[in-house]
Each structure stands twice: as C-alpha cells, then as structure tokens.
C-alpha cells in the first residue's frame, strides 16, 4: 500500500483555486491516476483543511469565493461521510505535540515553513508509527520542504526457518 498525505498546495490544485491553481492540469491527471490505483490511500490531514478553507476565505471576488466555499463544504461533507477518495486523519496535536512544535518552529519559521506544514509533518510521522506495514509513504506537495517526506516502509524479513 502506498500513502500519501495530500498538502494544502496539492488540495487548491484540486479545487482550482484562482492564484493558488498553476500546477491544476499536472495535479488532477496525476490525481486520477492515483484514485484509480487501488494501491494507492490518500490521506487528508486537517491541517490542509484549515489552510485551504482560509484561502478560500481571502479570494477577493465574492462569487468565486462563494463557488468554491460551496464546493469545500461539500468536500468535507464527502469526506465527513466517507465517499471522498481520502480518508480523513487526525490525531491532533496532543501537550507533548505541542512542546515539540515549540522546539521546531523558530528554525522552520525562519525557513518560511508555518505551524499548518508542521502539523501535516507531525501527522505524517504519527501515521507511521501507528501503521508500520505500509509500503510508501510520502506527503504530496508542490513545496520542496514537504515533498521531501517520502520513504519505503518495508518491514525487515525474518530468517528462513531450516
């Protein structure tokens, strides 16, 4: 199984968010590629749903905004109810999540990373802690600093048995 965690940048291609939408036509052929792909699980942490919700929210012609407000609440609701191609991860950010993302986030501000990529970081690593099977794992961005997060998470062999 391969997983990959679907950032804020890979979800406004998606919706075709005016000014956020310059990869759109290379974000959606691969997009159908990989629903199609039973080996393929998109994961939609709630971090991306927050940060495209505000870029939703600051597009500043108000029929378009309109438009693509209606078209992310029926997205949620999708997802809400299971009928979206992802499935919705999160764990939130418990006390101990949070010192961590104190520790970080001075040297990822200066980086120009926000709290909403470290989250998405955040869930990428909870995720595969708790789901140490898996065969690929990755976040699927268009930012270099979180498009780095890829890795093949195959379990060791045991020895034959003689």
């Not at 959606?28 to 929210?57: M, R, S, V, W």
């Not at 101990?96 to 990428?124: H, N, Q, T």
Request: proline letters at 5%.
């Amino acid at each position: 199984m391969n997983i990959r965690f679907i950032d804020t940048s890979i979800l406004l291609n998606i919706l075709d968010i005016p000014g956020r939408n310059a990869a759109k036509d290379m974000v959606t052929e691969e997009f159908k590629l990989i629903i199609q792909d039973p080996n393929q699980t998109l994961i939609l942490p709630l971090a991306t749903i927050i940060e495209t919700g505000n870029h939703i929210a600051h597009i500043p012609d108000g029929r378009v905004r309109r438009e693509k407000g209606e078209r992310m609440a029926e997205l949620l609701k999708h997802t809400a109810e299971d009928e979206a191609p992802w499935k919705y991860y999160d764990r939130g950010l418990a006390q101990a999540d949070l010192l961590k993302l104190a520790e970080r986030f001075p040297d990822s501000a200066m980086m120009e990373m926000g709290v909403g990529d470290l989250s998405i970081i955040f869930a990428y690593e909870k995720y595969k802690e708790e789901v140490p099977a898996i065969g690929s794992i990755m976040i699927w961005s268009m930012d270099e600093h979180l498009a780095q997060y890829k890795e093949e998470m195959c379990l060791p062999r045991g020895r034959k048995k003689r």
